[in-house]
């Protein structure tokens, strides 16, 4: 599911199967078109080189006509064969996690309780279980956004780590069990903020999470000046735009950003946000039609290109 700015409590979801151009095209679409604070989609591929699913989840009931109409230029009459249907809290469980594989990043292992049994003795394991909260790391942007930590780390070891747009907090209990540092995370959705908790006693890191409910840094423990120097904001590529002066406020001078929720087409308009900030790209991960930025403090530095 798409991680970052969510609906809160969703009512109703639409499905329709298609090809991954259509389904990557409709997602951009109805991402763009629609509030992402009351609807959130998503696309994916349902097995190897096969059809790609997309899912839309609606906070209230949607005006289907419209939403078949908006489609019907990408997908023409396909639109028609999507379905409406009302969502309960507990089948919005188990659509979250149903048919969900482990994922790796390195030594990280993101998975669920019926996953267990497949971790590694050196695994650095993350045990999820998404809830209501999007964000379950099988997402292109959750994966993309874990490699770029992993790799890194590879450069320096971060003190400070703030994960805007937490979800169910993999990025920050990532940070966290490999640091084991205090860790800054926090979401709009306080439904995403209590499945965080849940998920951090869940492994054992309770302690090193400051979980804070609050749109972008408008916390005291993020919207602390020059103090991070690692940060997460796995969202949407408006509020990423949006963000740019705050996360840029609160990086440290040697601060890195790790920005996803982005399509291609999307990255131009963010790397223009953020160089007028004084952040260049410094590494890109493209990953399941989503790309994942990292940006380092250095305006001097040209953009590469795209």
């Known amino acids: 599911m798409l991680e970052g700015l969510h609906p809160n409590r969703p009512t109703h979801v639409f499905r329709i199967t298609t090809d991954g151009r259509s389904a990557r095209a409709m997602t951009d679409l109805i991402g763009e078109i629609f509030d992402p604070a009351e609807t959130a989609v998503a696309s994916f591929e349902t097995e190897d080189d096969g059809p790609w699913m997309l899912e839309a989840y609606f906070a209230s009931q949607p005006d289907e006509v419209a939403i078949r109409n908006l489609l019907r230029p990408i997908v023409g009459e396909e639109a028609d064969k999507g379905v409406f249907l009302p969502l309960e809290q507990k089948d919005w469980v188990k ?122 840094t408008r916390h005291a423990d993020a919207d602390r000046t020059g103090h991070f120097d690692l940060v997460f904001a796995n969202i949407l590529a408006k509020p990423l735009r949006v963000l740019a002066p705050s996360l840029a406020r609160v990086a440290s001078r040697d601060g890195t950003l790790i920005l996803s929720g982005l399509l291609a087409r999307d990255v131009p308009g963010v790397l223009s946000a953020y160089a007028h900030q004084g952040f260049y790209l410094q590494r890109r991960y493209d990953l399941e039609g989503w790309v994942a930025l990292v940006m380092k403090r250095g305006s001097v530095r040209p953009l590469p290109r795209l």
Request: glycine share 12%; charged share 25%; proline share 4%.
């Open 95 to 216: 659509a979250s996690l149903e048919g969900l594989k482990p994922v790796r990043a390195g030594r990280i292992f993101v998975h669920g309780s019926h996953d267990r049994d497949q971790r590694r003795q050196s695994d650095i394991a993350i045990e999820i279980e998404a809830g209501l909260a999007f964000g379950t790391g099988h997402h292109g942007t959750t994966l993309s956004c874990l490699l770029a930590f992993v790799d890194e780390l590879k450069m320096r070891t971060p003190r400070h780590v703030l994960d805007v747009g937490t979800g169910t907090g993999i990025l920050a209990f990532a940070a966290a069990k490999i640091l084991k540092r205090p860790v800054v995370a926090g979401d709009i959705d306080p439904e995403a903020v209590r499945v965080a908790r849940e998920n951090a006693r869940l492994n054992g890191i309770a302690q090193w999470l400051k979980l804070y409910v609050g749109p972008g």
